[in-house]
């Protein structure tokens, strides 16, 4: 194991002046210890190894299924002669052949399990009279004071129209850059972390965009961070319910209705990093999609660590002295999304990483049981990694456990600096990023992680089906609007 020290960090608190005592009227300093990001080369989790090569077995034995069957089939079907099927041929003959291979075709393509078609993407863009210094922001914040009973109603309002402006806004750049008409649409998921409105954010936006009264509609809240991957997963399992179909999944966050004005420091800290943002994607199950989509799904894991009570507790809505309501965000949190991290990319290796990276893995795990484990290269597995922009200190500490050069973290430290946290749709921005600067070339792989309350940490894996040209609509290039 590794040493205890490598995992704390300490920080020197200055507590005042001493009132009583020995030392009365001298100032008094403590040590304070945080934990970091657990060191990922300390030892491995075999449980979360086993989930990995479970879901890879599983997945595996449904995709030969088809094949097997149709070679059996086809056995079966060679043992028989032409004449065994129409003694004396003719046209009634020649229509029952190929509706038999019509039949054989549709049990194939049933059997095989359907891809799900990113066919693109859009983010908000807010407007420039929106925009303020750090300096401004301060600013109002200490003028703004503390919020009465009465300000209660006139918050959620403000939230309401908040969040309209980014759904629409996003939405609308999507739809007028793939064409779809809303009333094609059949799944529309909606996710946002704390504001949760009667009626629901996804009413709203049947309600605006006047979508067909028997669509599919879901509303995820108190999700956290993570939820868009969730909601991801949600509109994947429901595309191969209803093949052929589009799914609209919209990610945001609305922060009017999570300002904190006490004082309060773990309830301070989302005041710092939360910034409003949201992002819009279309999938497609209909495989006439794909040669317009610009990325295919392939794998999801999320992992849940809600079981245990530190992890249960690391985000959470709660009312300080004063009654209050805020995020509280623990100083635990980075050791506690560390080991949600861990077990997340545990569960993923399986699946993407290269059979030679694998094979070394199991090889010093059996071999080599008295040395720390291998931990697999990563980047081994995807072209680009966009990483949920939650703070500068998450980053680093990812990057120095993943051992990622610069080139990977690019994309998440330009978004933490130029739209802040804008949790869920964090990545969605971040992979905007990459296709503004024309790095998605086709095959490249893409993994999305994103961490959350609960605590959560959910990851997914899309592969470029062409090269990304720039986008005629960016938030990267100023005109999505």
């Not at 945080?34 to 090569?53: A, M, W």
Request: proline residues 4%; aromatic residues 10%; glycine residues 6%.
């Amino acid at each position: 194991m590794a040493r205890e020290q490598d995992l704390l960090s300490p920080e020197i608190v200055n507590r005042g002046v001493e009132n009583s005592g020995p030392y009365a009227g001298s100032l008094s300093f403590s040590v304070r210890v945080r934990r970091n990001l657990p060191n990922f080369l300390s030892s491995v989790n075999l449980k979360y190894v086993r989930l990995g090569y479970g879901s890879l077995l599983s997945h595996g034995a449904y995709l030969l299924a088809a094949p097997v069957l149709m070679v059996l089939f086809s056995a079966e079907i060679g043992k028989l002669t032409f004449n065994d099927f129409c003694p004396e041929f003719d046209f009634t003959d020649a229509l029952f052949l190929v509706g038999l291979l019509g039949l054989l075709l549709y049990v194939y393509l049933d059997l095989t399990p359907r891809s799900t078609y990113l066919v693109d993407f859009a983010c908000y863009l807010p407007p420039k009279d929106l925009k303020i210094s750090k300096k401004e922001f301060i600013e109002l914040a200490r003028k703004s004071g503390n919020f009465n009973d009465g300000s209660l109603e006139f918050q959620q309002r403000d939230g309401r129209e908040e969040a309209a402006m980014l759904l629409y806004g996003a939405i609308d750049n999507l739809l007028a850059a793939t064409k779809i008409r809303p009333k094609d649409i059949r799944i529309l998921v909606v996710n946002c972390g704390v504001l949760n409105t009667t009626p629901s954010l996804s009413s709203m936006v049947i309600n605006h965009y006047k979508l067909k009264h028997n669509i599919n509609s879901f509303n995820l809240g108190g999700m956290g961070c993570s939820a868009g991957i969730i909601a991801i997963d949600l509109a994947k399992d429901l595309l191969n319910a209803y093949p052929g179909s589009y799914a609209l999944v919209v990610s945001t966050e609305a922060i009017s209705s999570t300002w904190y004005a006490g004082n309060e420091a773990d309830m301070l800290l989302p005041n710092c990093f939360f910034r409003m943002g949201a992002a819009a994607m279309l999938l497609s199950s209909c495989r006439l999609d794909r040669w317009r989509s610009k990325y295919e799904f392939k794998q999801l894991v999320r992992t849940h660590k809600g079981m245990e009570n530190k992890s249960f507790k690391g985000i959470h809505l709660r009312e300080d002295a004063e009654g209050r309501q805020a995020l509280s965000v623990s100083k635990e949190v980075i050791e506690i999304g560390g080991h949600a991290l861990k077990a997340n990319i545990t569960t993923l290796g399986p699946l993407v990483l290269p059979f030679s990276e694998q094979v070394h893995f199991f090889t010093h795990l059996l071999f080599k049981k008295k040395t720390k484990p291998y931990i697999p290269d990563y980047k081994l597995a995807f072209e680009h990694i966009c990483i949920l922009a939650s703070s500068k200190k998450v980053l680093n500490e990812i990057q120095k456990n993943l051992e990622l050069t610069e080139d990977y973290m690019e994309a998440s430290r330009k978004t933490l600096e130029r739209f802040g946290n804008t949790s869920s749709s964090s990545v969605w921005y971040e992979l905007a990023y990459l296709e503004a600067n024309t790095r998605i070339k086709r095959g490249d792989r893409i993994w999305q992680i994103a961490f959350g309350s609960g605590f959560k940490c959910n990851s997914v894996v899309w592969k470029a089906l062409r090269n990304v040209k720039k986008p005629d609509r960016s938030p990267w290039l100023g005109n999505s609007e």
